[in-house]
């Protein structure tokens, strides 16, 4: 019984940490794509509009990556104890840039004169950016490997500063952008609606390029990697990624030629993000620390993960009913007539 435990535990946690990460990612991503695109708009009430939208979901965005956070440290001591040191600098930045936007969101809302309103605005454009890229470094990092003897990290403060971890991180700002544009092609009219209908053709071509560019430059990275585009099982769960790709590609770009449809774009660009995440979950598994350790040889004790488990029933309905809540009251309010500051 404990070695059935033992086994299907890391595996129930693994998926539990993904799906938060996934949700972080949907969340959290337009959110920051809408700052990324920021400066784009000369118009303030247009900026202001830009905020508006994403006051549902604005609280609760990163309970999702505390909860993703707390998972690593609680249920993969191992993990976190090498993965942390490896990504010191990254992650200081990537906080940073969130504590720095989130101040500007509520400072950009205060200010007066037109020199405190664009430095407020740049500061929320520039911390959006800066927090996409250094997650997109985070996941190269982790994707491209760290180094390991004896479960400790051996390698240096910089071992994330290479093309691939640079190169996600621009992939991911692009994919952040195109997630935020098409958020407001949904939720927008007129001709803040169009403009983001346009530059989503740009942006979606863009992260297409890098999709494919990452997809072929993953499996070079480590043998194991190559294993699973060509060995099975592996390969019957990586082969229908690309074709879906295709088909949500093409949903994308009908949903953008279409003036009345405004809901497709978003969601094809969200299943665009499953698909990369899905994939590149399947490139690295079962190793939680590629190339070395896996979630298995990363976990805590049965019992500390059951008790966490436990915990864990109880607080995800609370996260998802907190987020839930706060949709329906902004739309409450905004159907009043009323804007949130």
């Not at 535990?9 to 539990?16: G, I, K, S």
């Not at 784009?40 to 939208?53: A, G």
């Not at 990163?62 to 490896?86: C, D, Q, R, S």
């Not at 976990?299 to 706060?326: D, H």
Request: proline residues 6%; glycine residues 8%; charged residues 10%.
């Amino acid at each position: 019984m404990t070695e059935t435990a033992g086994f299907w535990l890391p595996v129930v946690w693994a998926l539990l940490a993904a799906t938060a990460i996934f949700l972080y990612v949907c969340l959290d991503g337009f959110d920051l794509g809408i700052g990324i695109l920021f400066l784009k708009e000369k118009d303030h009430d247009h900026r202001n509009l830009m905020v508006n939208t994403v006051a549902p979901v604005w609280d609760g965005n990163e309970t999702w990556m505390i909860f993703g956070g707390a998972a690593l440290y609680g249920v993969f001591p191992v993990a976190y104890g090498t993965i942390l040191p490896a990504l010191y600098l990254p992650i200081l930045f990537m906080l940073l840039a969130l504590i720095l936007r989130g101040v500007s969101f509520e400072f950009r809302f205060k200010s007066e004169s037109p020199m405190s309103q664009f430095f407020w605005d740049s500061s929320f454009c520039g911390g959006s950016i800066v927090a996409a890229f250094m997650q997109g470094v985070i996941l190269g990092t982790l994707v491209q490997g760290i180094k390991i003897e004896n479960n400790v990290f051996v390698g240096s403060s910089f071992d994330w500063f290479t093309p691939f971890a640079l190169f996600c991180g621009l992939a991911v700002v692009i994919g952040y952008a195109l997630l935020g544009a098409t958020w407001l092609l949904w939720r927008c009219e007129g001709e803040l609606h169009d403009a983001m209908r346009r530059i989503s053709f740009v942006l979606g071509g863009l992260m297409l390029v890098t999709i494919a560019l990452v997809s072929i430059w993953t499996p070079m990275l480590h043998t194991t990697y190559m294993q699973h585009w060509l060995d099975m099982p592996q390969l019957a769960l990586v082969a229908p990624v690309p074709v879906a790709v295709v088909v949500l590609a093409g949903a994308l770009f009908f949903g953008l030629r279409n003036p009345r449809s405004h809901l497709l774009p978003f969601i094809a660009t969200l299943g665009l993000f499953f698909l990369c995440f899905s994939g590149l979950g399947i490139n690295v598994w079962p190793y939680i620390v590629p190339p070395t350790i896996t979630i298995w040889q990363a976990s805590s004790p049965p019992e500390s993960q059951t008790f966490l488990l436990v915990g864990t029933m109880f607080l995800l309905p609370l996260i998802l009913s907190y987020t839930a809540y706060s949709y329906y009251v902004f739309r409450g309010k905004m159907s009043a007539g009323h804007h949130y500051h």
